[in-house]
């Protein structure tokens, strides 16, 4: 007997896919002053952005549409001061400041990407109006 064999994803399209999923949150954190708890006080926004950004990359790639569960991001984010032997607050902060210019380039991209498709982008141009005013000078 033989083993059915699986068809291996591109490497690139699971990057797309978990980009997608991740940097709505990462940008949300910008407005948000960089801080855990004030962004799992109101995760909807970023959530959402983050399911039109899936969307869009599902499109692009044929691939099926992910979403991270609310409760999931809420356990994660809730947990992750406990699991991590520095501040992350403080470390997304000085990370994700220096890459600016990259999220905002996968915003610009989900969002032209989707309007060329038809697809729901208010969440994503929301979003990258919130972190362009986030954005320190």
């Known amino acids: 007997m033989y083993a059915r064999r699986r068809r291996a994803r591109p490497a690139h399209r699971a990057g797309e896919r978990t980009a997608a999923l991740i940097i709505p949150y ?3 954190l910008q407005p948000a002053n960089w801080s855990l708890p004030v962004l799992r006080a109101d995760i909807t926004p970023a959530a959402e952005a983050g399911a039109e950004a899936t969307a869009i990359v599902a499109a692009q790639t ?9 409760w999931a991001v809420r356990l994660i984010r809730r947990l992750l001061p406990a699991l991590t032997p520095f501040d992350p607050d403080r470390y997304l902060n000085v990370h994700f400041t ?15 990407e989707g309007e060329s498709l038809g697809l729901p982008v208010a969440r994503l141009r929301r979003l990258r109006t919130d972190f362009a005013a986030g954005v320190a000078p």
């Open 62 to 70: 044929g691939g099926s549409r992910s979403r991270a569960p609310k």
């Open 26 to 28: 990462i940008a949300a």
């Open 98 to 112: 220096k890459v600016a210019d990259q999220t905002e380039l996968m915003l610009d991209g989900w969002i032209a």
